[in-house]
């Protein structure tokens, strides 16, 4: 018995099929750069790329909010934000998450099929200060947009 993404790398082909990314693919977690520390694997060689959407996409959407990564875990996507968390960027998160949606459906559908869930993981650069149970929480909710302090993959559904 092997892993689901044993045999062929589901996720970089993905990435491959979308003009706009598809060379932004990248080993393991090296497209975080920095932010890489915002994941932890629990079985690093299930780790099938990543890619920075927003780097990639900026010279065609430099208006848009834009969203940061998609991370192949084991055969499925997870899509991470890295950014500060304060309820004054509740607006910009929730603008993020509409675009990558709307991105995923039109521009990447393969990426998009290949989402372990609906949820997109907001990954506060510093403290954040929105609680549970706020308008705010709430309101992300609504958009599929969940904060963790560190994105743990596989998530447990």
Wanted: hydrophobic residues 40%; positive net charge.
């Amino acid at each position: 018995m092997g892993t689901k993404g044993e045999n062929k790398n589901l996720f970089r082909q993905a990435v491959e099929s979308v003009p706009e990314i598809q060379a932004g693919f990248r080993s393991g977690l090296q497209a975080l750069g920095a932010n890489a520390k915002a994941v932890k694997a629990e079985d690093t060689r299930k780790l099938e790329g990543s890619v920075d959407i927003d780097a990639c996409t900026k010279a065609l959407y430099p208006e848009d909010s834009r969203w940061d990564y998609a991370i192949g875990y084991d055969a499925e996507a997870y899509f991470l934000e890295v950014h500060p968390a304060n309820t004054s960027n509740v607006d910009e998160m929730i603008k993020k998450a509409e675009w990558l949606t709307n991105w995923l459906k039109e521009k990447a559908p393969a990426l998009k099929r290949m989402a372990a869930s609906n949820t997109f993981y907001w990954v506060p650069s510093g403290k954040y200060n929105i609680l549970p149970h706020t308008p705010q929480s709430r309101r992300l909710a609504q958009k599929h947009v969940r904060i963790v302090p560190i994105l743990r993959l596989p998530v447990q559904k």
